[in-house]
């Protein structure tokens, strides 16, 4: 069973970046993107998107299954958040306060994520 707080956790940053995402995938500026925030193509938000439901998949699906998977997915999502937090960081030119916004959900995302799957422990299930 996944810990009520990286449940939590999860869905609140997962919600956050699929707006901001589908913001930007829609050529919307929502929220916290402004126009001159969001990418040329929507390809960053397509991801951003892709990103979320994959995450609340991985948590919130399945749920008493999967002890040793879901910790693996854990870490690539944890791992996978640093690399899009330090693509914000270095990669992205442009001044923009969603940028700032974004990269603080990635390192809390990342850092709860990456230490639940390196720190808790787990009992294989035996059928």
């Known amino acids: ?11 609140g940053t ?3 970046l699929g707006i901001v995402g589908l913001g930007d995938w829609m050529g919307l500026g929502h929220g916290a993107m402004s126009k001159a925030c ?7 938000g397509a991801l951003l998107v892709s ?3 994959f995450t609340l998949v ?3 699906s399945n749920r008493t299954e999967g002890t040793f ?4 997915l ?4 944890g791992i996978c958040d640093m690399g899009l937090l330090a693509n914000l960081v270095f ?3 442009r001044t923009c306060k969603a940028s700032l916004w974004t990269g603080i959900v990635f390192a809390l995302e990342a850092t709860v994520f990456i230490h639940d799957a390196l720190f808790r422990k787990r009992q294989a299930k035996h059928r």
Do not use: C
């Open 1 to 11: 069973m996944v810990p009520t707080h990286v449940q939590g956790v999860a869905l």
């Open 14 to 16: 997962s919600s956050i």
């Open 38 to 44: 969001t990418s040329e193509t929507g390809f960053t």
């Open 51 to 53: 990103k979320s439901v």
């Open 58 to 60: 991985t948590i919130f």
């Open 69 to 72: 998977l879901r910790r693996n």
């Open 74 to 77: 854990l870490l690539a999502i």
């Open 91 to 93: 990669a992205n030119r």
